[in-house]
Nanobody, 125 residues
């Protein structure tokens, strides 16, 4: 059974940095594309970024491009989301997700097959 577990969330001041991790088990994560999404109260889950199975391709939402970086260590079955220059509007529950195939825009939740339970990130002003 596939399992994704996020960690690293917490409270940080605006302008600060935080790194989230997503550990996987029960699937060969090195063959999956891995995405990050976030959801804040009253809003729909939104795409943050995605990295291809090889790590050779990454896409980011406009709101985070230049501030957030996704990387992966397939040997450790772990994907990372490095978040710099954090803003209060980045406050949300962050989810990682795994997709078997690279198809479509990879920016929609239904592009992904497995999800983690989420980790809270709170940015204070």
């Amino acid at each position: 059974q596939a399992q994704l577990v996020e960690s690293g969330g917490g409270l940080v001041q605006a302008g600060g940095s935080l790194t989230l991790s997503c550990g996987t088990s029960g699937l060969t994560s090195s063959t999956y594309q891995m995405g990050w999404f976030r959801q804040s109260p009253g809003k729909e889950r939104e795409f943050v970024g995605v990295i291809s199975w090889s790590g050779g391709t990454t896409y980011y939402a406009d709101a985070v491009r230049g501030r957030f970086t996704i990387s992966r260590d397939n040997g450790k079955n772990t994907v990372y989301l490095q978040m710099n220059s954090l803003k209060p509007e980045d406050t949300a529950v962050y989810y990682c997700a795994a997709a078997r195939a690279w198809g479509g825009s990879m920016r929609r939740a239904y592009d992904y097959n497995y999800w983690g339970q989420g980790t809270q990130v709170t940015v204070s002003s």
